[in-house]
């Protein structure tokens, strides 16, 4: 079974740009969930959605939106792009809820704003 | 509010003894609790997990303990492997804030074994 893919691995930006990035689950995995990975913050929650609705949303301005599609696979853009910005972006699924199971993380995208 | 706390963000020890980290909550309404190791370049992958009905959770070389009343939990790992250097994120879901029932994550401890 294949792991969990996001895609591009790095990317670099200026501040100002938009970004898309993207996330395909496990198969059969419902349920995607966004993390940010700063030095020092840890993983902080983002967004998780579930059948193509956000079911779950963490402190982060409005600049930050995700979408699912049908077969489960996600994007998340950032618009308006600022140097704080800078982190690893990691995704991860899980069958349902990704409260009580364990999460599958993919191995993120690095995003670098200058 | 950090409601999951990994207040030592490094630990350092020798190949075969044991390595304990450690993690303190302040939600009362989180109910599981897990334990992420992340290796550099790599997703975190979930490494052990307990539910706050238990007080200890043994996977080989991994065990959990869970002090509800203290609100803190651990890992040791025995014996500890070079292989094991990693960051170490502790979890923990329930209800925080709301209706919103959610997974929490520590920082992290940067875990070191010297062979």
């Known amino acids: 079974k294949a792991g969990v893919t996001q895609t591009p691995r790095y990317l670099i930006k200026t501040r100002g740009q938009q970004v898309t990035l993207s996330c395909s689950p496990i198969s059969g995995h419902r349920s995607v969930s966004w993390y940010q990975q700063t030095p020092g913050q840890g993983l902080q929650f983002l967004f998780e959605y579930f059948s193509e609705t956000q079911r779950n949303k963490g402190n982060f301005p409005g600049r930050f939106s995700g979408r699912q599609f049908s077969n489960s696979r996600s994007e998340m853009n950032v618009s308006t792009l600022e140097l704080g910005d800078s982190a690893l972006y990691l995704c991860a699924s899980s069958l349902d809820s990704p409260t009580n199971e364990k999460l599958f993380f993919g191995s993120g995208t690095q995003l670098s704003v200058l | 509010d950090q409601q999951v706390k990994q207040n030592s963000p490094s630990l350092s020890v020798q190949e075969g003894r044991i390595s304990i980290l450690n993690c303190d909550y302040t939600n009362s309404m989180f109910d599981y609790f897990l334990w992420y190791k992340k290796y550099p370049a790599e997703g975190p992958t979930f490494l052990i997990s307990?539910?706050?009905?238990?007080d200890k959770n043994e996977d080989g070389r991994f065990t959990v303990f869970l002090n509800k009343s203290a609100k803190h939990l651990s890992l040791h790992i025995v014996p500890s492997q070079p292989g094991d250097s990693a960051v170490y994120f502790c979890a923990a879901s329930g209800y925080s804030g709301g209706s919103n029932y959610k997974l929490t994550f520590g920082k992290g401890t940067l875990l070191t074994v010297n062979p």
């Open positions: 307990i539910s706050s009905i238990k």
